[in-house]
């Protein structure tokens, strides 16, 4: 059995884990918006979008779908939604704790009617 002292030195543990987590998957989505922003802009061909010419009209555009150019944010986005969901779990948005404080206010509400 575990004492109140081994029980708090655990969970400080434990959430000291998952806020090293949640730190390590931003970092890497900085990581990842810097080095894929510098590579996309810095390709003649997308440069096109940032002038405003016509998509249509340019004869590059066809070029700007090429996976030297997306393959890596691509196959790196993947990865880092799996980062994402590693750290988040399956549904970061509607989780329980989403669900108990819908529970919460709906019974709360309930004492009130």
Same mark, same amino acid.
């Given at each position: 059995?575990?004492?109140?002292? $081994? $029980?708090?030195?655990?969970?400080?543990? &434990? /959430? &000291?884990?998952?806020?090293?987590?949640?730190?390590?998957?931003?970092?890497? =989505?900085?990581?990842?918006?810097?080095?894929? *922003?510098?590579? =996309?802009?810095?390709?003649?061909?997308?440069?096109?979008?940032?002038?405003?010419?016509? /998509?249509?009209? !340019?004869?590059?555009?066809?070029? #700007?779908? !090429? #996976?030297?150019?997306? *393959?890596?944010?691509?196959? #790196?986005?993947? /990865?880092?939604?799996?980062? /994402?969901?590693?750290?988040?779990? &399956? !549904?970061?948005?509607?989780?329980?704790? #989403?669900?108990?404080? $819908?529970? &919460?206010?709906?019974?709360?509400?309930?004492?009130?009617?």
């Amino acid at each position: 059995m575990k004492t109140n002292a $081994q $029980q708090t030195s655990s969970s400080y543990e &434990r /959430a &000291r884990r998952k806020v090293d987590d949640i730190k390590g998957f931003y970092g890497h =989505l900085l990581v990842y918006l810097f080095v894929n *922003g510098v590579l =996309l802009f810095t390709r003649e061909d997308f440069n096109f979008l940032i002038k405003g010419d016509s /998509a249509f009209g !340019n004869s590059n555009f066809m070029n #700007w779908l !090429n #996976w030297e150019t997306y *393959g890596t944010p691509i196959f #790196w986005g993947i /990865a880092l939604a799996f980062h /994402a969901l590693s750290v988040f779990g &399956r !549904n970061p948005f509607l989780g329980k704790k #989403w669900e108990e404080r $819908q529970l &919460r206010k709906l019974l709360e509400k309930d004492k009130l009617d």
